[in-house]
């Protein structure tokens, strides 16, 4: 398979552990074990003691009914049997552009987005088709253009919500225009949501699965509820035939998830609004403390995030990103990650889910960097 380098990834690999403040960062401000344990009111020791008498089987093949049930709560129209597990939502991403498309098919996806959505389907040899998002559309999706790319061969619209790298989100009314152009050429709707679930005023945040017979929800344990480290993620569609296919695929790629990530992910899940109440109060704070920096520094510009742990921060310099940042690096010890690796220039991705006085540390030096060059 002929496949272009995954830069966004690349870049993390190289440099991530190279930096005092790492200000590419994705997830909320990740929990430790114990902490997830106290959150949802178990006794630590207990509950150690009881783990490490967990026997390391496959465990239950397509997810436990614990964990099925804890995602289907996510969703107002998902049951688990709706539900499958994956190796996170990259496995997931993974494994329904490879079920799906081939290479007779066309496809749209959206650009900035993450990689694996377009690139995987032109690994196939698919004729993919973007639609641009930019600051002149607030980084939403131009349904006229949407129309205009679809045919009879389209098999499938990518869209990623809330969006990552510019953290915005699709309004309801665009996304049922987005379901109305693919059930007009009857193609597949994919929402990447990893980011979803923790809206700005605490409303619940509307799933394609929620809009749309053939549209599929992708989602993992690693953004908003902290939990990278646990290697789980799904795939949520109420297609039947599609949901068999993915099963065919998955006996390839996964088999099971592990029986320890099964098992904290449903612990979790049963708690999650304590886990969001959490984390709900660490992006509103850290995005406050981002937007109040933006206004404050002439040298940067964006459209403010409202959803999501990431922004797209615009500088005022001319200098390609991968250099900027490679450079900022090595200055100042700040990591961002360069717009390069979403297509775009002049820009970089900001993660701003973590420590608050690292945040603005980070963001201080990046205004100094900026005036030195």
């Not at 790492?22 to 509950?47: F, H, P, Q, R």
């Amino acid at each position: 398979m002929n496949i272009k380098t995954f830069k966004v990834e690349r870049w993390m690999n190289e440099y991530e552990e190279k930096c005092t403040y790492n200000l590419a960062e994705t997830c909320i401000d990740s929990i430790t074990i114990k902490e997830l344990l106290e959150m949802c009111g178990e006794d630590v020791t207990e509950y150690m003691v009881e783990l490490a008498d967990t026997r390391l089987t496959y465990g239950h093949i397509f997810g436990s009914p614990e964990l099925l049930q804890g995602i289907a709560g996510l969703y107002k129209t998902i049951e688990p049997k709706h539900i499958l597990p994956t190796h996170g939502a990259i496995g997931a991403n993974n494994m329904v552009i490879s079920t799906i498309i081939s290479a007779e098919d066309n496809m749209l996806s959206v650009m900035p987005t993450y990689q694996q959505h377009y690139s995987i389907p032109e690994s196939i040899g698919a004729d993919v088709r973007i639609i641009n998002l930019n600051l002149d559309n607030h980084f939403l999706p131009d349904i006229e253009k949407m129309r205009s790319l679809v045919d009879e061969n389209t098999k499938m619209i990518t869209i990623n919500n809330p969006n990552n790298p510019s953290g915005s989100v699709i309004p309801v009314e665009q996304m049922r225009e987005i379901v109305e152009v693919a059930r007009s050429v009857d193609a597949y709707v994919l929402c990447d949501e990893v980011y979803r679930g923790i809206s700005e005023d605490g409303s619940y945040m509307t799933s394609i699965v929620d809009l749309y017979e053939k549209g599929i929800s992708v989602g993992s344990m690693s953004k908003t509820f902290s939990m990278a480290g646990v290697r789980l993620g799904w795939i949520a569609t109420r297609d039947e035939d599609l949901m068999h296919l993915l099963m065919e695929r998955r006996d390839y790629d996964t088999i099971s998830c592990g029986v320890i990530d099964d098992k904290l992910a449903a612990l979790a899940l049963q708690n999650k609004d304590k886990i969001f109440e959490r984390n709900s109060e660490i992006l509103l704070n850290n995005r406050k403390i981002l937007d109040d920096w933006v206004n404050e520094t002439p040298e940067v510009y964006y459209q403010r995030p409202v959803a999501g742990t990431t922004a797209l921060v615009y500088y005022k310099k001319d200098m390609p990103s991968y250099e900027l940042c490679v450079k900022l690096l090595e200055s100042k010890g700040v990591l961002f990650t360069p717009g390069e690796c979403f297509e775009m220039e002049g820009a970089v991705r900001i993660g701003y889910a973590f420590d608050s006085k690292l945040l603005k540390q980070g963001l201080d030096l990046f205004a100094e960097f900026l005036r030195e060059i």
